[in-house]
């Protein structure tokens, strides 16, 4: 069965203070690797996509990366408009729905 | 251009009623997606719709589930005889994929909070 798990749960930072977000996968046949921010009460916004392992993509301060096990989403000199909920999610099936992991609660504070 | 829409953005209603749940996709996007974001369950995925073929109700949760998409492009999902346990944000993405696609992006609405009293 197609599973994602995303640690840690939740993350507090104190502003420029870099981290890393994992997520870990397991599916029969990786078709891409999403990530989304998700800020309270919208719906997720779509951040990234990595399609093999040793790609790596980069937005402003966020940069991710995939093996072929899991993906990181480095957070570097974090600023508190940073603080979202981080979601990972791979598709699965022949009609690609997204499965999802629990995401990380990222909390950046001045 | 726009994104995706969702109406409406609120519904409160009580035990037993049924509710409908717009959504408008992104322009000619062909694929549609419902999924719902419970607390302590995350997202998970409801219906999905490719164009004018059948839809994937797989991860419909019972049969007072329902959902259609008239002319390939809005989508209403019905819940009827509702329960509490259906309170959660129902979420539509869209994405311009076909069967068997892997590079397409789904774009998520804003969310429609549901609350059963």
């Known amino acids: 069965e197609d599973q994602v798990t995303q640690s840690p749960e939740a993350l507090r930072l104190q502003e420029g203070e870099s981290s890393s977000l994992n997520c870990s996968y397991t599916v029969s046949g990786l078709r891409g690797l999403f990530w989304y921010r998700q800020d309270p009460g919208k719906g997720p916004e779509f951040l990234f996509t990595?399609?093999?392992a040793g790609e790596e993509k980069e937005k402003e301060r966020l940069k991710a990366t995939l093996t072929k096990k899991e993906s990181f989403l480095h957070i570097t000199a974090p600023k508190p408009e940073d603080s979202a909920t981080y979601l990972c999610a791979v598709p699965s099936g022949g009609y690609n729905k997204l499965i999802f992991g629990a995401g990380t609660r990222l909390a950046v504070h001045p | 251009g726009a994104g995706v829409s969702q109406s409406p953005s609120n519904k409160v209603t009580e035990k037993g009623k049924d509710v409908e749940l717009r959504c408008d996709p992104i322009s000619g996007h062909t694929a549609l997606y419902w999924y719902r974001q419970s607390l302590g369950q995350g997202l998970e995925f409801l219906i999905y719709?490719?164009?004018?073929?059948?839809?994937?109700k797989s991860g419909l949760p019972s049969d007072r589930f329902s959902a259609e998409r008239t002319g390939g492009s809005v989508s209403t999902l019905t819940i009827q005889r509702t329960q509490q346990e259906d309170s959660a944000v129902y979420l539509c993405?869209?994405?311009?994929?076909?069967?068997?696609?892997?590079?397409?992006?789904?774009?998520f609405g804003p969310g429609t909070r549901l609350t059963v009293l």
């Open positions: 719709f490719q164009g004018n073929s059948a839809p994937d």
């Open positions: 993405a869209s994405s311009s994929s076909r069967r068997g696609s892997w590079t397409d992006t789904q774009y």
């Open positions: 990595l399609y093999s």
